[in-house]
C-alpha cells in the first residue's frame, strides 16, 4: 500500500489523497476528495490474475469466503458529489435505513465501466463482458452485454436499462 498527499480533515468530516495497494494478481488505485457535500475523484481495480489473487486471499492469517476465482476484470470509475449527498440519495430512494441526513444541495453521480475479457467466480463465468453504469440515483442509466456462462447453461447478455425520475430521457 502507498498513499501520497493524503488528508483527512476530522473538523469537516473530508479527505483527499491518492492511495495505491497491489498484491499478487490484482492492483487498485484511487485519486480524489470527499467532503460532505462536495467531491471527485477516481478509482481504478485490476484484477489481472483472479486465480493468483485468490491464493494469496487464502494465506491470510483470518479466513475469507473462497469464491473459485479464475480470468481477469478490471473496473474504473469516477464520482462526483460529497458523501454526505449520497447518503440523502439513498435514504430518499429508501435503500439506507436510519436517519435521513441534514437537506442540502447538490447531486452525486456516478460513472463505472466493467470489461471482464473472462471472468469465473464461483461456477459463473462472465466472457467477453462489459457494462456501464453511469448517473445518480434520481436519474441512471445501465448497459451491460456479454456472455454468462453457468455450467452447460449460457446467455447472452445485451441489456440497456434507464431508472429515476427522468429515465425515459437518459
Known amino acids: ?8 480533515h476530522t473538523h ?13 494478481g490484482a492492483t487498485a488505485q484511487a485519486d480524489g476528495r470527499i467532503a460532505p457535500t462536495s467531491g471527485s475523484g477516481t478509482l481504478a481495480l485490476r484484477l489481472a490474475d483472479a486465480a ?7 494465506a491470510l492469517p483470518f479466513k475469507l469466503p473462497a469464491l473459485d476465482m ?4 478490471t473496473l474504473d470509475a469516477r464520482w462526483n458529489g460529497g458523501w454526505q449527498t449520497l447518503q440523502r440519495q ?20 456516478l460513472q463505472a465501466q466493467l ?5 469465473r467466480v464461483a461456477g459463473t463465468e462472465l466472457q467477453r463482458t462489459t457494462a ?5 440515483l434520481a436519474r441512471m442509466a445501465l448497459e451491460a452485454d456479454g456472455t454468462l456462462r453457468q455450467g452447460p447453461q449460457q446467455a447472452q447478455l445485451h441489456l440497456r436499462a434507464g431508472a429515476g425520475a427522468t429515465a425515459g430521457r437518459l
Open 132 to 136: 456501464a453504469l453511469r448517473g445518480s
Open 52 to 58: 493468483r489473487a485468490q491464493r494469496w486471499a487464502a
Open 115 to 119: 470489461n471482464a475479457p473472462r471472468l
Open 90 to 109: 439513498l435514504h430518499a430512494a429508501g435503500l439506507l435505513a436510519g436517519t435521513a441526513p441534514p437537506p442540502g444541495n447538490g447531486n452525486f453521480e
Open 70 to 73: 479464475d480470468g481477469s476484470a
Open 12 to 24: 469537516d468530516l473530508s479527505a483527499q489523497g491518492r492511495v495505491q495497494a497491489s498484491l499478487p
Open 1 to 8: 500500500v502507498r498513499a501520497q498527499a493524503v488528508q483527512i
